[in-house]
């Protein structure tokens, strides 16, 4: 299960026409760098705000139409990129 690896520092999963992230994926406290470039992600669980280690979210080129407030420390610091999607104010 991807929520075991807490050791885990780079997850790249680039065009793998992704629909969902787990919630699991908060787990992963030790990601530095999290890369979901061109996949199909709508939504995100709140549980992704728990990355705090990360230093580079990408999530260009996905059909994100809202992010979760849990995030608002991530796009605080920087780390997050989100072109190419059709988010809403």
């Known amino acids: 299960m991807i929520g075991n690896l807490t050791s ?3 997850l790249w999963l680039q065009q793998n026409h992704l629909t969902v992230l787990p919630p699991e994926i908060g ?3 030790g ?20 990355l705090t280690s990360l230093t580079e979210l990408d999530m260009s080129h996905n059909q994100l139409t809202a992010l979760p407030p849990e995030m608002k420390k991530l796009i605080d610091q920087g780390v997050v990129k989100l072109s190419g999607n059709p988010l809403r104010g």
Do not use: F, K
Not at 32 to 38: A, E, F, G, N, P
């Open 8 to 10: 885990l520092t780079r």
């Open 27 to 29: 787990n992963l406290i």
């Open 31 to 50: 990601l530095t760098d999290l890369r979901l470039t061109s996949n199909r992600l709508t939504a995100l669980p709140p549980e992704i705000g728990n």
